[in-house]
């Protein structure tokens, strides 16, 4: 459930965003927000809302997909104890620093 | 016994051999499949992109400026490209999967496949246009 909704949410937006601030912006293509417009994005609470659950759906679903790659994908079976606890484990606290941050936003 | 309880013993040939670790080259569907599980490497460094963007803004003017300046060296361009393109197959490979996993009844018929994708690249088309228009006005 988590897994397919971090699928579609991480399907739905990231590559907009991804074509936006790693591409267009960087290379001038599109002028890059003011500091102003871009904190006032930024200071809407619902676009926090919204930006806090893609990443922990696409956290999780990293962790889901990364720990079935390494079991079944690259067969490393014996790790697979230490492997979930990672990929879990990194999902949970990334997913407490990308609240914090967001909630800091002023 | 019957058929619904097969036999648990072996036969002399059928030993279970060992998956090789590198089972997925070689062929070009499990190859295509091994990329899209890889996407999710990306997803996650999207994630971290998008926490130092605002944790930048947050930090005010000069801390975005340096971001947006260090977003244009060749290494991170570089990376976000290749993140851009394994973004991008895992959302047209999810869309057009979604129909086999979405089962959906309107007055008891089934609805065809094709229009469950096809609300998902609908979905996909508003929201980016959506992003857009909040971040560059258009």
Same mark, same amino acid.
Do not use: D
């Given at each position: 459930m988590v897994f397919s909704a971090g699928g579609v949410v991480s399907a739905m937006l990231i590559p907009v965003l991804l074509l936006l601030f790693g591409i267009a912006f960087p290379l001038g293509w599109v002028a890059p927000p003011t500091y102003a417009h871009i904190g006032a994005v930024l200071g809407n609470p619902l676009t926090r809302l919204v930006l806090l659950a893609l990443c922990v759906l696409s956290l999780f679903h990293w962790a889901h997909r990364f720990r079935h790659t390494v079991k079944d994908g690259l067969q490393i079976k014996a790790l697979d104890g230490l492997v979930a606890l990672v990929s879990y484990g990194g999902a949970v606290v990334g997913s407490v620093v990308a609240a914090y941050l967001l909630w800091q936003v002023p | 016994m019957s058929a619904l309880s097969p036999s648990t013993e072996r036969l002399p040939n059928t030993r279970p051999q060992p998956v090789p670790t590198f089972w997925w080259l070689g062929n070009a569907s499990y190859f295509a499949f091994m990329l899209?599980?890889?996407?999710?490497?990306?997803?996650?460094?999207?994630?971290?992109?998008?926490?130092?963007?605002?944790? &930048?803004?947050? !930090?005010? !003017? &000069?801390?975005?400026?340096?971001? *947006?300046?260090?977003?244009?060296?060749?290494?991170?361009?570089?990376?976000?490209? *290749?993140?851009?393109?394994? *973004?991008?197959?895992?959302?047209?490979?999810?869309?057009?999967?979604?129909?086999?996993?979405? *089962?959906?009844?309107?007055?008891?018929?089934?609805?065809p496949g094709s229009a469950i994708a096809a609300s998902h690249y609908a979905g996909w088309v508003v929201v980016s246009a959506v992003v857009l228009w909040i971040l560059v006005g258009v």
């Open positions: - | 899209r599980e890889l996407s999710c490497v990306f997803v996650a460094w999207f994630v971290v992109y998008l926490l130092i963007l605002v944790s &930048a803004v947050s !930090e005010g !003017e &000069a801390a975005y400026q340096a971001f *947006v300046g260090w977003s244009g060296g060749l290494g991170i361009l570089a990376l976000n490209f *290749v993140s851009l393109l394994f *973004v991008v197959y895992h959302a047209v490979t999810f869309f057009s999967a979604a129909p086999q996993a979405i *089962v959906v009844r309107i007055g008891g018929s089934r609805v």
